[in-house]
């Protein structure tokens, strides 16, 4: 389920990441900043847990979704299954606390009804965004995913512009341009290969949408949880698996199930514990990634990740790719990488600016 906590916690650790328990400290026991190599070594060690963790979700999905020797149908479940096991981990996690040393970051976790109809409006919108990720992962081979939901960046425009008032800059705008023209040269190249689903672009359009309205109302919801993302965390999933069930329900995805000549085996269930663990996993890697360099060396690195998870479905797949087809994922990742670029740029001058106010200081840093 790929990106679908990231946001979430991005969000959050962008305001406090130093508060969060499960990130190691960057200093020592004396209160000294540990020495160069150690720092490049820690740092070289977190990137390349948050590839691994990030491509092997991905794959991990693409498998249980839509892999010809398993023939299970039932992306909702699947989906259910990983929001399960993600608010049974965050429910450990906080035993676990309770029953050790207090851990001021790690909450004691409790349902109550009342906080679970306030995240309400955000469970919707996460559903959205985690179904139709994995849709459009079922629809649309690895190697197109990254171009296939690439449009999030420019959502994110459309809607400061619309529900926040923010404008952005030129060269923003730009950046975003070449995104859309990279979106519309993959999609057309797809078609060209014959291998183009509008179903699984579709989902990849819905998600870049989810995806943004997921950042704007994890903003608006933090506070009911007192700004803890384990909480948030907790409640959006526990949502998420009580409005799965009518929806698995009217889709027949029980039928599916009931017939699934699968269901008992081991390593079925065996990859589908694996996959709902990278999901939670990817979360905390994400933090572990922005705490120990940046948010824009996160995003960076995420643009590189999706190169890599590119070139390597390519290969795993035995596919054969068109120079325009290419052409389309380097508009995407190029856009994305400058777009990246621009705003940190933006964001250092803004609070470099002693004349901003602090409103303007925050407006700019979501």
Not at 295 to 319: D, R
């Amino acid at each position: 389920m790929p990106r679908t906590r990231t946001g979430i916690l991005r969000m959050a650790l962008g305001g406090g990441a130093a508060t969060d328990p499960l990130l190691p400290a960057e200093e020592d026991g004396e209160g000294l900043r540990a020495p160069f190599l150690l720092r490049a070594l820690r740092i070289a060690v977190v990137v390349c847990l948050y590839w691994f963790t990030s491509i092997a979700m991905v794959f991990l999905n693409k498998y249980l979704l839509d892999s010809p020797s398993l023939r299970l149908d039932a992306p909702l479940f699947v989906t259910f299954f990983q929001c399960a096991l993600t608010a049974a981990l965050c429910l450990g996690l906080s035993l676990g606390a309770a029953c050790g040393p207090p851990c001021p970051g790690l909450p004691t976790l409790r349902l109550d009804p009342k906080v679970s109809r306030s995240v309400l409006p955000l469970s919707i919108v996460f559903i959205g965004m985690v179904t139709s990720n994995n849709l459009c992962l079922k629809h649309v081979g690895v190697a197109f995913y990254n171009v296939g939901r690439s449009l999030t960046t420019v959502f994110n425009v459309l809607l400061s512009y619309l529900l926040l008032k923010q404008t952005t800059s030129l060269y923003a705008l730009l950046a975003c341009g070449v995104i859309i023209g990279g979106f519309w040269l993959g999609v057309d190249q797809e078609g060209a290969e014959g291998t183009l689903s509008w179903t699984g672009i579709f989902f990849g359009i819905l998600a870049s949408l989810c995806v943004s309205l997921n950042a704007i109302y994890t903003k608006k919801v933090l506070p009911v949880v007192d700004g803890s993302i384990w909480r948030l965390t907790f409640y959006n999933n526990v949502n998420a698996c009580v409005l799965f069930f009518p929806l698995m329900l009217l889709l027949g995805e029980f039928r599916t199930l009931y017939h699934f000549d699968k269901l008992g085996s081991p390593s079925f269930w065996g990859m589908m514990i694996l996959g709902g663990v990278f999901g939670f996993a990817i979360g905390y890697v994400t933090g572990l990634q922005i705490k120990f360099t940046s948010p824009l060396t996160h995003n960076v690195s995420g643009t590189a990740k999706a190169c890599a998870q590119t070139v390597l479905a390519v290969i795993y797949f035995e596919e054969t790719k068109s120079f325009l087809w290419w052409t389309s994922n380097l508009m995407v990742l190029g856009g994305s990488f400058a777009y990246t670029w621009v705003k940190g740029l933006e964001m250092r001058k803004v609070q470099e600016d002693p004349n901003t106010k602090s409103g303007e200081r925050n407006e700019t840093g979501v």
